[in-house]
């Protein structure tokens, strides 16, 4: 390199005329186009020239020379067409040098103004080609089309970003968009904004969305979604869950098809020789009075000097075989999801609520656990087999809390449910006692909440009743070494009562110690129920992992073929995240709509229970509602764990999952 030699460079995205001053080693002092002197490393130069400029004029003389030095290689760039460059040579795929590429647009003498029109073209460009200085690889015709692409997509977003915050800023004030905004654009940034109010971060649009809403002034995610609602986006009381989850509450064309071709299928079963014919035994449903899916019932018999107690599942794999249409959507969903507003079944309707639903008077399939009871109610013996059933009562629990002390047959039942619950308690287990919360919403949007006795005669029956046939559908599968999906607990990391005599405030935090369940293909103890073995299998129309147990004792039964360990590891690693998400959208709904109601109770004076101190406040729990929520420390009172307070409700948002109250 020498002094006056005229020299390129990059600065800030652009390509400057210089000339060499001084030469230290690798660093170079250069005077630019612009009249600054720079300092920077030679290996920085884009491009070296053999032209020199004389050092002995004056510096106003070479600024001058490298304006018109740069103009005329600016003038230059038009007579080079990359695009046409690249038709040429981009089928050989080959590096090709700086010399190779000017002689193909210059092939008359060309000079280093003509170099430096190539470099200045491309760089612009950077389209087609890819260059390393002194040489240029054509890009094939799949990147050119990539990056197309992408900077169309980069201008899109840049045009919307430009004035997104500003048709923004218009909608918030009941304006209509600029006359220039297309009712395309207007949409594409409502489904920005829904978007990034959904998945946040995770949304693809999320820098788009942001600076949209910063423009625009908006307050936080709470001022986005009243903006969703004001556009009818979303409702005022919209289930953001389903959305986030994707969660369908509908089923496809394809599978409800399905569905109404079973339905109507004519049902004959006077040739099984297989299944028992149960159908003389007076056989009762006993669910809650809404329920339109029943799936269990319960018989009680005297047979000689013993009882025989039955419990009998619907047959669900009798009409939903593995991998069909109906079987895959109940697999993606995972269970049906109960909310107050909403039911969003596994099942189709036509048969969560038909075929498959043990209806008063209609013949069905089912698997039937038969257990043989000594006279003081000992369990003597068991079989599970499949059976033809006839459902000649239809109960509520209300309709069994009134009988639990008349009826003969609802009498026995309690006692042997008393009977069982004591054997699993003798055993250690965990008996947790709180009232269930029911929230309801009718027709006209009211909203309605009662406090559920989940020791009610009826609730307790069925509850250990269901228990028992768990566990022996457990005991069943494990003595038949058939792989299944085995629930176990470890011990709870502390215990704070024995028995069922805990307090509400101790049945309330003794879930706080209790072991996560674990499920395993091997059968284990389940602490918390004090079993040996636990399965769950008697909800075949409302949950996929009952569906499948049930599948595994039909294979044992010789009814179909049974799942191999390997599918049954696939299975619980399917299952676990949507199970999750239906854990999650059950709660959050129903806290939500319980929030509702209690936005309509300004003011009213409630009784909590003190759970915990924290450090600037105390954790209470709300009993009519059970409900926890915060109770800030203030001076002048001091409480501790399981005192029994009065509070006043100040203010609940049920959106943003607030409530407040102060002691009172």
């Known amino acids: 390199m020498e002094l006056g030699s005229i020299v390129e460079y990059i600065d800030r995205q652009k390509i400057m005329c210089a000339v060499i001053l001084e030469v230290k080693n690798t660093r170079l002092r250069l005077l630019t186009e612009n009249n600054r002197e720079v300092k920077l490393s030679a290996g920085r130069l884009l491009h070296e020239d053999k032209a020199r400029i004389d050092m002995s004029v004056s510096r106003d003389n070479m600024v001058s020379t490298l304006k018109g030095v740069a103009d005329k290689r600016k003038a230059l760039i038009r007579q080079v067409d990359v695009k046409d460059l690249w038709e040429v040579l981009n089928t050989e795929q080959v590096w090709i040098d ?358 009610s005669p009826g609730r307790m029956l069925v509850a250990e009743l269901m228990i028992l046939a768990n566990w022996l559908s457990a005991r069943y599968l494990a003595d038949n070494d058939m792989p299944a999906i085995f629930r176990t607990q470890p011990a709870p990391r502390e215990r704070l009562y024995r028995g069922d005599e805990g307090t509400l405030y101790q049945n309330w935090m003794q879930r706080r110690f209790l072991s996560r369940f674990v499920l395993s293909q091997h059968a284990d103890k389940h602490s918390g129920l004090g079993l040996d073995a636990y399965v769950t299998a008697t909800s075949p129309i409302r949950k996929y992992f009952d569906l499948v147990t049930q599948r595994q004792i039909r294979a044992a039964l010789g009814l179909e073929q049974p799942y191999t360990s390997e599918e049954m590891d696939r299975l619980i690693q399917w299952l676990g995240v949507p199970m999750q998400n239906v854990s999650r959208i059950q709660s959050g709904r129903h806290r939500f709509w319980l929030l509702k109601y209690l936005e309509q109770c300004i003011g009213d004076k409630e009784e909590a229970i003190v759970l915990k101190k924290m450090r600037n406040n105390y954790q209470i729990l709300l009993s009519n509602y059970m409900v926890e929520c915060d109770l800030p420390i203030s001076g002048g009172f001091v409480l501790k764990p399981e005192d029994l307070i009065q509070v006043t409700i100040q203010n609940v948002r049920a959106r943003e999952d607030q409530i407040v109250v102060y002691i009172g």
Not at 249 to 256: A, E, G, K, N, P
């Open 98 to 455: 700086l010399e190779t590429m000017t002689e193909f647009c210059f092939p008359d003498s060309p000079s280093g103004d003509h170099e430096s029109a190539i470099i200045r073209a491309f760089f612009d460009d950077r389209l087609y080609f890819k260059f390393n200085l002194d040489k240029f690889f054509p890009n094939s015709a799949e990147k050119v089309a990539r990056i197309v692409a992408q900077r169309q997509e980069e201008e899109r977003k840049s045009r919307i970003a430009e004035f997104g915050g500003d048709v923004l800023k218009r909608l918030l004030n009941d304006m209509p968009p600029p006359v220039d905004v297309k009712e395309d654009d207007t949409q594409e940034i409502i489904g920005i904004l829904k978007s990034y109010f959904l998945f946040g971060e995770d949304s693809q649009e999320d820098a788009l969305a942001r600076a949209m809403i910063s423009k625009a002034g908006l307050e936080g995610t709470t001022g986005l979604f009243q903006l969703l609602v004001k556009l009818k986006v979303f409702d005022e009381n919209e289930n953001i869950d389903l959305l986030r989850y994707e969660i369908s509450t509908v089923f496809s064309d394809d599978i409800l098809s399905t569905a109404r071709k079973l339905a109507f299928s004519v049902q004959d079963f006077s040739g099984d020789r297989i299944r028992r014919d149960l159908t003389a035994l007076p056989l009762m449903t006993i669910d809650g009075q809404s329920t339109l899916d029943f799936d269990d019932a319960i018989s009680i018999e005297r047979v000689g000097d013993h009882y025989r107690l039955g419990i009998h599942i619907v047959d669900v794999g009798h009409y939903v075989h593995k991998g069909d249409v109906v079987d895959q959507e109940a697999l993606s969903r995972g269970s049906s999801i109960y909310m107050p507003d909403q039911k969003i079944s596994m099942l189709p309707t036509e048969l969560s609520e038909g075929l498959c639903s043990l209806k008063a008077g209609e013949l069905r399939p089912a698997i039937s656990t038969m257990v043989n009871l000594s006279h003081s109610l000992e369990i003597i013996d068991y079989e599970i087999l499949p059976s033809l059933i006839n459902i000649k009562h239809q109960l509520t629990y209300y309709d069994v809390n009134l009988a639990a002390d008349q009826n003969q047959d609802v009498m026995i039942l309690r006692e042997i449910a008393q009977k069982f619950r004591q054997r699993r308690l003798d055993a250690g287990a965990v008996q947790i006692s709180v009232p269930e919360i029911n929230v309801w919403l009718a027709d006209d949007g009211t909203i309605s909440v009662n406090k559920i006795n989940r020791e």
